[in-house]
């Protein structure tokens, strides 16, 4: 089955400066890769996804951005804000057949104001 | 539109008991997978739901069980708890659960076990 790996699993940055979170993952029939943002009490929220016949989506301050031939993809948050402060996963959709998304174990991203 | 509702938000048993959860889909949304998050092991998938037919299960023990209803609403079952099923189960539903479609979550529901 698919295995995700994410680094670093916490992450401290300055307000305005930029976060990157790297994950890994070992299916090369995988093709969708979304990450979520979860706040404290919250589920997950989907806050971008790509898809492997695209190497990189912007959405204002958040990119994604994918290799498929080293097999890892990677969040970058520019800008950071006080509210971007939540646990970030990663994940990559399991080409088995119907949806079975695995999760990279978690990043907490805190932005020191 | 509603997002994904579940049922309690929180809970506590004992050990041996047995517990249901509820998770209402979006409106429209006809797949429904459960997660259980843990602090070591991150989000693991439990079993996916689509038209009242379990499609995908990972790997937990047979105490773990679903179903799925004909409004979509699921519920899942666990029996006999143990401590180590302790953890904030997480529910998401998507239009027809196909491996490249956006998921949605809900708020979870945190089980704590004694």
């Known amino acids: 089955g698919e295995n995700v790996e994410q680094h670093p699993s916490t992450l401290s940055v300055q307000e305005g400066d930029s976060a990157v979170i790297k994950c890994t993952y070992s299916?090369?029939?995988?093709?969708?890769f979304p990450w979520y943002k979860q706040e404290l009490g919250k589920g997950p929220q989907l806050i971008i996804d790509i898809r492997s016949n695209v190497g990189e989506k912007k959405d204002q301050r958040i990119a994604v951005t994918l290799n498929k031939t080293a097999k890892h993809f990677s969040l970058h948050i520019t800008e950071t804000q006080p509210e971007d402060s939540a646990v970030y996963f990663c994940a990559a959709s399991y080409s088995g057949g119907y949806q079975k998304v695995t999760f990279g174990t978690g990043t907490k991203l805190q932005v020191i104001p | 539109k509603a997002g994904v509702t579940q049922t309690p938000r929180y809970l506590i048993k004992t050990r041996g008991q047995q517990v249901t959860l509820s998770c209402s889909p979006i409106s429209g949304h006809r797949s429904v997978s459960w997660y259980q998050q843990t602090p070591g092991q991150g989000l693991q998938f439990l079993f996916e739901y689509f038209s009242e037919t379990q499609r995908n299960k990972g790997n937990f023990p047979g105490r773990f069980s679903g179903r799925q209803f004909s409004n979509s609403r699921s519920e899942m079952n666990v029996s006999t708890l143990e401590l180590g099923d302790s953890a904030l189960y997480l529910c998401a539903s998507s239009l027809a659960g196909t491996k490249s479609e956006t998921q949605y979550f809900g708020p979870g529901t945190r089980l704590l076990v004694l």
């Open positions: 299916d090369s029939a995988s093709n969708y």
